[in-house]
């Protein structure tokens, strides 16, 4: 099959690589339909995240299931599924809870890379959610993709941050996560939504999925705003979602005593000082966003058409030309890269 190998920082190649297999059998294979570039594949393309040897590449997925193990019980090959960026049990104690993505048996779709023409999938029962009705219309499939990971973890971002009627809730980072974040907190009934962008196509897709006011400043100028915004006061809720040390200071700093920050940005070099934090009295939750727990409701939002998620995606490349999808999100020519199969 074909897929997308990392060689290198900067180097995206895609090439052929081993069909998968079922392994064990609680496995299951899907030809992939639709999968998409990440912003967190963007870390070890720029080289800031260590990668070892030839890397297949992606964790977002949507596809037709093509065999299943013996032990598969929940789907059956010919549906059409979504799934999860961490594979879960969704049976385990943790998982129960709620965080399916630290389940106690978890497995990173990235080590497996569906950014191919099929992927094997473990713990299917769980990772698995079947979509009602068969493989959707095509022009549906970009919905159900945002699902596999950057609704589902904007979604958890506005649920950490508890976005909700009469809040304001403020948005770091504009990107397709901290877009689809917003889209969350409308659903939810945030009073005022705040976008901190500084790019005009991004602004505009902020405010069509619900942002009221949108705010370019950053660092210390950015909270200041986000203050004089909010009464001197700061927003009730502020959602993380870039993973940098200068993002995670604005949204502490931008949350009123008593508010809650949710991150899911992945962190690098992200450090908290201890009397800051203190004093700064926000409660703090975040992590990898536990996808699978979303993903029915996302399901039935997606297909009811009240939600659409897929308007993020705003470049589509085949697969064959996932090179130039890396280069485009790289120079910010592109949010979001959708690759066709």
Same mark, same amino acid.
């Given at each position: 099959?074909?897929?997308?190998? #990392? ?5 995206? *190649? ?52 093509? =065999? ?15 799934? +999860? ?27 497996? !890379? ?5 992927? *094997? ?6 990772? &698995? ?9 095509? =022009? ?10 950057? /609704? ?15 809040? %304001? ?8 996560? !901290? ?17 901190? +962008? ?11 999925? @619900? ?5 370019? $400043? ?9 203050? $004089?915004? %909010?009464?001197? &006061? @700061? ?7 870039? @993973?940098?040390? =200068? ?6 700093? +931008? ?6 920050? !949710? ?13 800051? #934090? ?13 996808? *699978?727990?979303?993903?029915?409701? &996302?399901?039935? /939002?997606? %297909? ?11 470049? +589509?490349?085949?697969?064959? $030309? ?8 790289? =120079?910010? *020519?592109?949010?979001?890269?959708? /690759?066709?199969?």
């Amino acid at each position: 099959m074909r897929g997308v190998v #990392l060689h290198a920082p900067g180097d995206v *190649r895609v090439q052929d690589r081993a069909d998968p297999r079922i392994i064990e059998p609680t496995d299951a294979l899907i030809r992939v339909t639709a999968t998409c570039i990440c912003g967190s594949d963007l870390w070890p393309y720029r080289g800031i995240e260590a990668v070892e040897g030839p890397a297949p590449m992606g964790h977002e997925y949507v596809g037709v299931v093509e =065999e299943i193990g013996s032990d598969v019980r929940t789907v059956r090959t010919g549906d059409f599924v979504v799934g +999860s960026f961490f594979a879960s049990d969704n049976t385990c104690e943790i998982c129960l809870a709620g965080y399916q993505s630290r389940c106690v048996h978890a497995v990173g779709m990235g080590s497996i !890379g569906t950014q191919a023409e099929r992927a *094997r999938i473990p713990l299917a029962d769980g990772t &698995l959610v079947r979509v009602p009705g068969g493989e959707p219309a095509p =022009e549906q499939i970009p919905h159900l993709l945002a699902a596999s990971d950057v /609704l589902g973890t904007g979604w958890f971002a506005a649920v950490a941050a508890e976005a909700g009627p009469g809040k %304001t809730v403020a948005v770091v980072g504009d990107g397709a996560v !901290g877009l689809l974040a917003i889209l969350a907190a409308a659903h939810f009934g945030a009073e005022r939504i705040i976008a901190m +962008s500084r790019h005009a196509d991004r602004q505009a897709l902020a405010r069509e999925f @619900g942002a009221t006011d949108i705010v370019e $400043e950053r660092g210390k100028a950015g909270v200041a705003r986000i203050k $004089e915004l %909010t009464g001197g &006061l @700061g927003a009730h809720s502020v959602i993380e979602a870039v @993973g940098t040390q =200068e993002s995670m200071q604005q949204a502490i700093r +931008s949350t009123r005593p008593g508010g809650h920050v !949710g991150y899911v940005g992945v962190a690098h070099d992200v450090t908290l000082d201890g009397m800051q #934090l203190f004093f700064s009295s926000v409660h703090l939750h975040g992590g990898p966003a536990p996808v *699978r727990r979303f993903l029915p409701e &996302l399901i039935d /939002l997606i %297909t009811s058409g009240t939600i659409r998620p897929g308007d993020v995606f705003d470049l +589509s490349l085949p697969l064959e $030309e996932a090179a130039e999808g890396y280069r485009a999100m790289d =120079e910010r *020519r592109a949010t979001k890269v959708l /690759l066709t199969l």
